[in-house]
């Protein structure tokens, strides 16, 4: 199937971004995928300049509307029959596709030998790229339309996001990593962070809580060629293990060596430890007030 005249030489990749008042982001995100033949871009009623700068950039821009329930933003994008290339590619506002991964991509999909990939970020920091700090996180973003969705967790009513934060993809079929780096790199001050650290607790406390409830470790899927798998396997032995702040800070600044990213490297460790205490805390809270908190009980 031949490319119209303004896709040619273009990659047969959508990229799909979701969006909420990106304005200072979506510019660098858009600018790093010219090449791909489609780019949609998925808005939950921004306020800013988020529409008319991805228009300008010759996106797709839609709208999504939020009923409180399943499917959220990006599944609800896969699913509308709006992609029309044979491979799609998952972004955030505030990442970047270097021409390295770029190229990287292109082979990926040439050799059409697998149905998704693996991607890792370039998690920059205060100014900082967290190498050693924050150097996990392979995340399935690249993969065959019709082969991947996102799993339901049965959250929609926690925490009240209409995108998907931790959800992952699922694909059927057979996966690969690619190795360049996904640039990762928001406009937001550390104020609008440490606000968005805040909603992740809440509804990572609600989460555990009922994980809590089905707290079979699967210790085979440590030894997976998924890393999703052991991912999950890795979080399900953290959850058993006390005093969980201060090992995580440990594990990050010692073990990880996050020392090495310098001042911000600490702050980083440090932040992440308090996300993880008022994670506890919530948990705690929940418990001896459950009436204050009845999707515990859901």
């Not at 920059?124 to 996180?137: D, P, R, S, T």
């Not at 991947?148 to 959250?155: C, S, T, V």
Request: net charge positive; hydrophobic share 35%.
């Amino acid at each position: 199937m031949s490319l119209p005249t303004y896709q040619k030489n273009k990659l047969p990749v959508t990229v799909l971004i979701a969006t909420k008042n990106e304005e200072g982001n979506l510019p660098a995100c858009l600018d790093s995928v010219t090449w791909a033949a489609q780019v949609l871009v998925i808005d939950s009623g921004s306020d800013d300049q988020t529409e008319q700068i991805a228009r300008e950039c010759e996106a797709e821009f839609h709208e999504f509307h939020y009923d409180g329930k399943w499917p959220k933003k990006r599944n609800w994008a896969l699913k509308s029959g709006l992609v029309n290339q044979p491979w799609v590619l998952i972004l955030d506002a505030d990442e970047r596709v270097s021409s390295i991964l770029r190229d990287s991509i292109q082979k990926a999909i040439t050799q059409n030998t697998h149905d998704g990939f693996y991607l890792r970020w370039k998690f920059v920091f205060l100014g900082k790229w967290m190498k050693h700090a924050w150097n996990h996180g392979w995340m399935l973003r690249l993969f065959r339309h019709g082969k991947g969705i996102y799993e339901n967790l049965k959250m929609t009513h926690e925490g009240g996001w209409d995108t998907e934060v931790h959800e992952n993809v699922i694909v059927q079929g057979s996966c690969d990593k690619l190795s360049p780096v996904l640039d990762h790199e928001s406009s937001h001050d550390l104020h609008r962070w440490i606000l968005k650290q805040n909603e992740f607790s809440t509804w990572n406390a609600q989460r555990r809580l009922k994980q809590s409830k089905n707290s079979q470790l699967s210790f085979d899927h440590l030894f997976s060629s998924d890393p999703g798998r052991r991912r999950k396997a890795m979080k399900g032995i953290f959850l058993k293990l006390p005093a969980k702040p201060f090992l995580l800070f440990v594990w990050l600044y010692f073990f990880k060596r996050g020392f090495l990213d310098g001042r911000a490297g600490l702050y980083f460790c440090c932040l992440r430890a308090s996300h993880e205490l008022n994670i506890c805390a919530k948990i705690f809270e929940a418990k001896r007030h459950p009436e204050n908190h009845p999707h515990e009980n859901s």
